[in-house]
């Protein structure tokens, strides 16, 4: 409902002071909120012009060569995901059983209130707070250690994809946390109630009740993580992100008699967000490199806002769907 | 043999289920536990590394001491880990930070706030509907390209309007961090502004008051909290970012107030240095102090916003009749 009757409202106010005044601060807010999309939209539109030249197969694929002309971000693509992948196959399990310990399960409400007040200060740390985490460590506390006590050389104690993947779950894990507790919290207490009362145990309501219709709130919450950390450049400066790669870090996983090639998680990686970084302040050449520049960041972006538009729409319809059921 | 035992309501519940429903809490608690360890954990290295730095470096000598300047003969504050004599100063970091972050938050609490007033009272429904998701949006444009925009087109801009004293500035990199700040500043605001019930509203039209009236003198007073809050976390976000800061102000580690020459933040140091100091050195534990101190910088802010909300909530739930 709007309040556009302050139209009427006008003409019984005689003041032609009091109208200026309105009609001047309006016109201000209206400004200001117009000047920011405008820029907003500046951006996107910037990025895609000048990015979308440079979009061939080629670019998309190739490895890096150190020739911009055959240049591709093929191996960073890859890399992204890659990272995105282990991070959210981190994150995700202990997330969404942690929110559910917490919304269902904890009675000590006290105990309660302080891990949601961590989680809140957890999403609030600087990024590069977890970098320095995950070099101090993951990399030199717990690598080093396991390499000791296996002997495995120098095979976990130095930066790589899994130690920047362990770091940005942590980054990502309030995100998923609050998502799923908001979403567990939506679900109305009549529907819990109605299943206690048929008998159904506090597992079986939390399985059969709770979990299916908090499901798309939390893919929200999940998908929203895979964009943040994949967006994020900052944690994995010093975690084994590479400026150049030419070939994927494979290795083979044997199963039976096959032989499944999967990317090393032990070795180095190119991230997209780290490239952007990389080009934009220490290439050779800018003017040559520039138009590749655009092409990575819009890569980039399209990934953050496809998986972002993803949770937007999924949302959406999340709180539609609850709205439908909790409205008799 | 009895498989069953007997509840409180006199119904037999099979011993399997009653192990399963303990077994399935146990499980969930013990996740539960370990999320906490894990922020516990984080803390507790953080703070043990920067206890190392202070054993090492000293108090004294992160804020207190002033060495020669290379270039004159006066005494100044200096970052200068990798020289023969080594200088562990965080004033000209600290400085540098505000020097990013505070321009940047009274650029984007204009905006964010004016924003949030207009989608929430002026706008109409559906136009709202559009752009308060497009603006939300950009909170999540990863910020290594809003620096890598400062680089490429800010800085002609910058460049040709202002004629900065560095190329690479503060106030360059305060205007990339007031776009990620606008989207956090516009959300909260535009949340508090809506949790104000609409009674409040239609009592103020109906005394007489016009749109403008109703804003400054009611609704924006009863919102000030929330309003406040989202400054706050604005401030703390602008503090720990560190991508654009990295690229944006050039890094340089003198002391200025000047908001047109280039700074050094802490953030773009920890960033900067960390990939080439050698574990356990001093300036390995220094760099830790420095995150130990954005911790702390981020965790008080956020506590402060955070109680200034839980007021806020507490206040309006008076007025629900």
Redesign the interface.
Known sequence: ???N??KI??T??KSLK??I??NF??I???M??W???L??LF?IV??FYNGSDVITWRFLLNPPSGDPQKDGIGIAIIGTLAVSFLMILLAV???I??A???V???ENDRLKK??R??????A??????????G???FV?VVGKNIDTALSTGLLFGKPSLLWASATLA?LV?PTI?VSTMESLERIPAEQRNAAYGL?A???QVIRKIVFPQARPGILTGVI?AI??G?????PV??LGCAFFLPHLPLTYLNVGFFSIPIINPAEQFMFL??N??NL??QSPNPEIT?PY?YGT?LI??SL??IF??TA?IFRYKFRKILDEVTTF | MNKNINSPYNKKISVKSVLLEKAVKYFFMLNGYVTLFLILLIFIFLLNEAMHGLNTITLGEFFFHKHQSAVSSSYVYQWYPTSSEPRYSLVPLIIGSLLTAIPATIISSVFGIAIGIYLSEIANPKLREILKPFIELFSSIPTVVLGFLLLTIGITIIGDIFHPASRLNAFLASIGLSLIIIPTITTLTEDALRSIPNDIRLAAYSLGANKWQTITKIILPAAINGASASIILGLGRAIGETMIVLMATGNAGEITINIFKSVRTMTATIAAEMGEVSQSSPHYYALFFIGFSLFVITFILNLIADLIISKMKLHLKKYDI
């Open positions: 409902m709007t309040y009757s302050s409202l006008l019984k106010n009091d109208y005044k309105e601060g309006i201000i807010l209206r200001l909120t000047i920011v999309v820029i907003f951006i910037i990025i399990p202990i997330g059983l942690s559910i310990y917490i269902e399960y904890a302080i891990i007040i961590s989680i809140n200060n957890l609030g740390v600087p990024s590069i707070v977890f970098g320095l985490f070099l101090g460590f030199l942590i894990l946390i008998g145990s506090k597992w929203l964009s943040r994949a967006g994020e450049a900052a400066l010093f967000a780290y952007v970084f934009a302040t520039l520049q960041v980039l972006i953050v806002l972002n538009i937007v």
